[in-house]
């Protein structure tokens, strides 16, 4: 009886040794699997895509032009009512010791459409964007919205007075009490004397636009 004892111990040292490296390759490529193969909890996000489209690029040689032009201000395409009117308007806001600062007047289609493109793209899909991977592209788009002096509230139309040429914007003041051949005149007066008027004051003061004129505004 005693040496069938011994046997078995010895049985089971045996079988317990030989059992403690099968335990170590089973659970280690479990640990390896979990570590590398959950999208949700491992290995780094990927922040290099934007998923925002750049600004299509401009093509045309005559928005070109007004893109690469250092105040892309044209009087040359305005209708010659309208160019008369702009004239006049300047003289009289002068002469009331007013002055005027032309900002905008003839544009292009293809300039208005791009225009069109960067409001809606800063506006609609990048003004509250954080993405790092869009910061380029936001720094970018921000900086065409401010020096096309884009207004948040105006979104440029298809097809505006200024593309027809029978719109300008422009920043006007005369001073309080300002008078014309004795009478009191205001911006607005002043503007109409000329055949031209603001179609729109509250939300695009700047805008001013042929009296019976055809066209949209912006």
Not at 43 to 53: E, H, Y
Not at 64 to 82: H, Q, V, Y
Not at 83 to 97: D, I, K, M, P, Y
Not at 159 to 188: E, K, M, N, Q, Y
Request: glycine share 6%.
């Amino acid at each position: 009886m005693a040496l069938r004892f011994r046997f078995w111990r010895s049985f089971a040292s045996i079988s317990v040794l030989s059992l403690a490296p099968v335990a170590v390759q089973v659970f280690a490529p479990r640990q390896v699997v979990h570590a590398t193969s959950d999208p949700g909890i491992a290995g780094p996000v990927d922040t290099g895509f934007c998923p925002v489209a750049p600004i299509p690029e401009l093509r045309d040689r005559h928005a070109l032009a007004f893109e690469e032009s250092t105040t892309s201000l044209s009087t040359s395409g305005l209708t010659p009512r309208t160019a008369r009117a702009l004239t006049r308007f300047f003289r009289l806001v002068r002469s009331v010791g007013g002055a005027m600062d032309l900002k905008s007047a003839y544009r292009p289609a293809a300039y208005q459409a791009h225009l069109r493109s960067v409001w809606e793209s800063w506006m609609w899909e990048l003004r509250d964007n954080t993405e790092p991977a869009c910061a380029s592209l936001r720094a970018q788009v921000y900086g065409e919205f401010t020096r096309h002096h884009l207004l948040q509230t105006q979104r440029p139309v298809p097809l505006s007075d200024h593309t027809l040429g029978i719109g300008f914007d422009a920043a006007v003041t005369v001073p309080p009490g300002a008078r014309l051949h004795r009478r009191r005149v205001t911006v607005d007066k002043l503007a109409r004397m000329c055949g031209v008027s603001r179609p729109d004051i509250f939300r695009d003061p700047v805008h001013f636009r042929l009296i019976h004129g055809r066209g949209s505004r912006g």
